[in-house]
């Protein structure tokens, strides 16, 4: 399983940026797809999770300015950042929970993105 992330760059503060991910391979299909950030010095941190097609749950400081969304179709799972703020500033990371036959379950990650909100 391969995830391709895209997206990243440096914004002012109260931009835009849109983060996808695509996930390729062999699987039966991906229970949650999500995008966590990592800052310097800082743990990483979950930023946004669906979980098969239930309502996406948002950390708290991202509430009302990012959205989520996934394309079973496409295996492919974005994250719209609006309003950007400096403390957003951090590597971005998707993250997937794929199910294979058999009920197996394993998960993965993307390579990291950076996203750099200037003030």
């Known amino acids: 399983v391969q995830l391709q992330a895209s997206g990243g760059g440096l914004v002012q503060a109260g931009e835009s940026l849109r983060l996808s991910c695509e996930v390729s391979?062999?699987?039966?299909?991906?229970?949650?797809m999500g995008w966590y950030r990592q800052a310097p010095g800082k743990q990483r941190e979950l930023v946004a999770q669906?979980?098969?097609?239930?309502?996406?749950n948002y950390a708290d400081s991202v509430k009302g300015r990012f959205t989520i969304s996934r394309d079973n179709a496409q295996n492919i799972v974005s994250l719209q950042m609006n309003s950007l703020e400096p403390e957003d500033t951090a590597v971005y990371y998707c993250?997937?929970?794929?199910?294979?036959?058999?009920?197996?379950?394993?998960?993965?990650w993307g390579q990291g993105t950076q996203v750099t909100v200037s003030s």
């Open positions: 993250n997937v929970d794929v199910v294979y036959s058999g009920f197996r379950r394993n998960e993965f």
């Open positions: 391979g062999r699987f039966v299909s991906i229970k949650a």
């Open positions: 669906i979980i098969n097609n239930y309502n996406p």
